[in-house]
Nanobody, 125 residues
């Protein structure tokens, strides 16, 4: 079993930066993929970025490519999402997730079975 706790959310102006963190505990060796997802009010959950934990291979949604960077610190059991050049459309609840079995496609939220409680990100113009 894996427990995930996000932190680092908040409010920022358009063009600003924010770094989200996800602390993982439990049987983290079972996580093949970890990722960040977001959901705006009244909208579906969408994949933002994910990482294959064994190799560090990363995957990004087209909407954030070049602006966001996902990374992991295995020694600290922590996942990060560095968000730069933020836009109002990035406003959403952001969730950290992990998958305990092979995932494809890597940004499909239905393939992830462990989820954090979410952290709110608000980008104002």
């Amino acid at each position: 079993q894996v427990q995930l706790v996000e932190s680092g959310g908040g409010s920022v102006q358009t063009g600003g930066s924010l770094r989200l963190s996800c602390s993982a505990s439990g049987y983290t060796a079972s996580t093949y993929y970890m990722g960040w997802f977001r959901q705006a009010p009244g909208k579906g959950r969408e994949g933002v970025a994910s990482i294959y934990t064994s190799t560090g291979a990363t995957y990004y949604a087209d909407s954030v490519k070049g602006r966001f960077t996902i990374s992991q610190d295995n020694a600290k059991n922590t996942l990060y999402l560095q968000m730069s050049s933020l836009k109002p459309e990035d406003t959403a609840m952001y969730y950290c997730a992990a998958a305990s079995s092979p995932v494809w496609p890597p940004l499909d939220p239905s393939r992830y079975n462990y989820w954090g409680q979410g952290t709110r990100v608000t980008v104002s113009s």
